[in-house]
């Protein structure tokens, strides 16, 4: 797959989802279903997008002990979705062991991305609640690293961070980037944001956007200048 525009839709249920996917007609996005749309509707909504043509990364970000990830991935992989992720944080062990469960039995297997620190998540908070003293871009790179050891295929970053993952895990490890705004002004609760063109430049292999296409008067239009700017 090369260089893709998610849409993440985080929407509350399965009404909403549908009537923003049929605003798109003929075209098919690939879009991201968080923990919100999937907690309300289950595994049939992914069905159901999938089966309209969608691409899907399932936003589920999976953390707990080694069994339990590989066999919740085993079924995400009948799931047929596109790109799945976890937290590194749960150890190299833990990401071999999902890898295990997300590969079928042909060989194939979705995307699997690792997030690092979540943005949500700073410095201050990184030492005080977490006890982690390193500074935070030396420890997503070091998650980003035990990622790349441990067999997945990138990460989920900011798209600030994305030519240093590259240059870190090499140009083949994947930098799926939210925080994507078409102009410095409109950041909303995004701290370090980016124009698509700029995480194009920068390297960015996905980036995903929410609000700026789910929000705006002509969401097609919004999609459409994302695709414009970021893939052709
Ligand atoms: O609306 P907006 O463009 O900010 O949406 C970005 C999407 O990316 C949301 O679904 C959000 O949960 C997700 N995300 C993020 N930052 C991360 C990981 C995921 O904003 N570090």
């Known amino acids: 797959m090369g260089r893709d525009v998610i849409v993440a839709c985080d929407f509350a249920g399965k009404k909403e989802v549908f009537d923003f996917l049929d605003k798109f007609e003929g075209r098919k996005p690939f879009v991201k279903i968080g923990m919100e749309l999937f907690y309300a509707e289950g595994p049939e909504i992914v069905r159901e997008i999938k089966k309209r043509g969608h691409k899907i990364f399932l936003d589920l970000k999976l953390h707990d002990i080694p069994n339990t990830v590989k ?106 980037t939210p925080g994507v705004r078409f102009a410095a002004g409109d950041v909303g609760d995004q701290k370090r944001v980016m124009t698509p063109a700029e995480a194009k430049k920068i390297g960015s292999d996905y980036i995903v956007v929410g609000r700026p296409i789910t929000a705006a008067s002509d969401p097609v239009a919004a999609y459409e200048r994302c695709i414009r700017e970021f893939v052709d």
Not at 107 to 119: C, D, E, M, S
Not at 162 to 171: L, N, R
């Open 71 to 176: 066999k919740s991935m085993a079924v995400l992989s009948r799931l047929d979705v596109d790109m799945t992720n976890l937290h590194a944080s749960g150890t190299c062990r833990m990401m071999e062991a999902a890898l295990e469960g997300l590969t079928r039995e042909d060989g194939t297997r979705p995307i699997l991305i690792a997030v690092t620190q979540l943005t949500s998540t700073d410095q201050e908070s990184m030492e005080n609640d977490l006890l982690i003293r390193e500074p935070i871009d030396r420890v997503v790179m070091h998650y980003a690293s035990n990622a790349k050891k441990a067999g997945l295929d990138g990460v989920v970053c900011s798209p600030l961070e994305a030519g240093k993952v590259h240059d870190t895990c090499g140009k083949d490890f994947l930098t799926v």
